[in-house]
Nanobody, 123 residues
Framework: QVQLVESGGGLVQAGGSLRLSCAAS????????MGWYRQAPGKQRELVAA???????NYADSVKGRFTISRDNTKNTVYLRMSSLKPEDTAIYYC?????????????????WGQGTQVTVSS
């Protein structure tokens, strides 16, 4: 009933920038928090940045000052602007959203994940 579709990943040189987008679609009533996670090879998935429906943001220490999360509630879309990229930012980036929807005529809240987009930063 709900899909998260990410775009914007790719290969970039160290010091470069990328912008990731994640659009939610389906039978959505409202979207609470949205966020970006990443998982590097051999490592656990970690939170990169999150944003509430009201625009309050939270960042991992490793990306503070370099990444900016934002959202467009009219488009059900969250963005991650990444600047001053480092090789250690290389990972698969996943979008996450806490979504309120109607299932079997009941209002419920569920967590959804995107399929992931690869970000590779070369040194």
């Amino acid at each position: 009933q709900v899909q998260l579709v990410e775009s914007g990943g790719g290969l970039v040189q160290a010091g470069g920038s990328l912008r990731l987008s994640c659009a939610a679609s389906g039978s959505i009533v409202s979207i609470n928090a949205m966020g970006w996670y990443r998982q590097a090879p051999g490592k656990q998935r970690e939170l990169v940045a999150a944003i509430t429906s009201g625009g309050i943001t939270n960042y991992a220490d490793s990306v503070k000052g370099r990444f900016t999360i934002s959202r467009d509630n009219t488009k059900n879309t969250v963005y991650l602007r990444m600047s001053s990229l480092k090789p250690e930012d290389t990972a698969i980036y996943y979008c996450n959203a806490n979504i309120q929807l109607v299932l079997v005529q009941l209002l419920t809240t569920r967590n959804y994940w995107g399929q992931g987009t690869q970000v590779t930063v070369s040194s």
